[in-house]
T-cell receptor, first 112, second 113 residues
Framework: DGGITQSPKYLFRKEGQNVTLSCEQN?????MYWYRQDPGQGLRLIYY???????QKGDIAEGYSVSREKKESFPLTVTSAQKNPTAFYLC???????????FGQGTRLTVV | GENVEQHPSTLSVQEGDSAVIKCTYS??????FPWYKQELGKRPQLIID?????GEKKDQRIAVTLNKTAKHFSLHITETQPEDSAVYFC????????????FGPGTSLSVIP
């Protein structure tokens, strides 16, 4: 079912704690992405990676960090510096940057 | 950088009627225009896409048209059904330059039985 897996589906954290969202793909895609989805605001790009050991900031990177040590994995850390972290986070991958994106099922993060 | 606008933000149609969603883009270098459908609680999925060397593309009840001169493209859904109810996102990118895909803000389509 798409070959891209996000875990967990729901995540709760206390304010001030860092939290890491997992994203794994077995599609052999070079490019991976993290999007944040808020009601009425569409899909906003947080970070993306064109290839292993490379990543670049998207439009709303502040308060987030990523790593791309393996082709299959692109974890996102939501740090305590992110002012409003409660949101729905979507990971995606594509053969190369700019082509059809395959999305994971998303992680809904709630910070209390 | 690229900016994609999308209208309307919400759209309600009677079952069987047609629905049209319009998008404009700012970067004339963009050459790939996908459309994604996101049903409630599910992941976005590609439903149709078009390259800049084509003016129109159809797939059963859905079609996309592209006007490069005016820098706008549209999604047309004919004979709408309740299962077409979803949020639809348009997007634009330059595949040759491996540019990131920029999404529009989305259109929430409701098909009333």
């Amino acid at each position: 079912d798409g070959g891209i897996t996000q875990s967990p589906k729901y995540l709760f954290r206390k304010e001030g704690q860092n939290v890491t969202l997992s994203c794994e793909q077995n599609l052999n895609h070079d490019a991976m992405y993290w999007y944040r989805q808020d009601p009425g605001q569409g899909l906003r790009l947080i970070y993306y990676s064109q290839i292993v050991n490379d990543f670049q900031k998207g439009d709303i990177a502040e308060g987030y960090s990523v790593s791309r040590e393996k082709k299959e994995s692109f974890p996102l850390t939501v740090t305590s510096a992110q002012k409003n972290p409660t949101a729905f986070y979507l990971c995606a991958s594509s053969i190369i940057v700019g082509t059809e994106a395959f999305f994971g099922q998303g992680t809904r993060l709630t910070v209390v | 950088g690229e900016n994609v606008e999308q209208h309307p933000s919400t759209l309600s149609v009677q079952e069987g009627d047609s629905a049209v969603i319009k998008c404009t883009y700012s970067d004339s270098a963009s050459n790939y225009f996908p459309w994604y459908k996101q049903e409630l609680g599910k992941r976005p999925q590609l439903i149709i896409d078009i390259r800049s060397n084509v003016g129109e593309k159809k797939d059963q009840r859905i079609a996309v048209t592209l006007n490069k001169t005016a820098k706008h493209f549209s999604l047309h859904i004919t004979e709408t059904q309740p299962e077409d109810s979803a949020v639809y996102f348009c997007a634009a990118s330059n595949i040759d330059l491996r540019d990131k895909v920029i999404f529009g803000p989305g259109t929430s389509l409701s098909v009333i039985p």
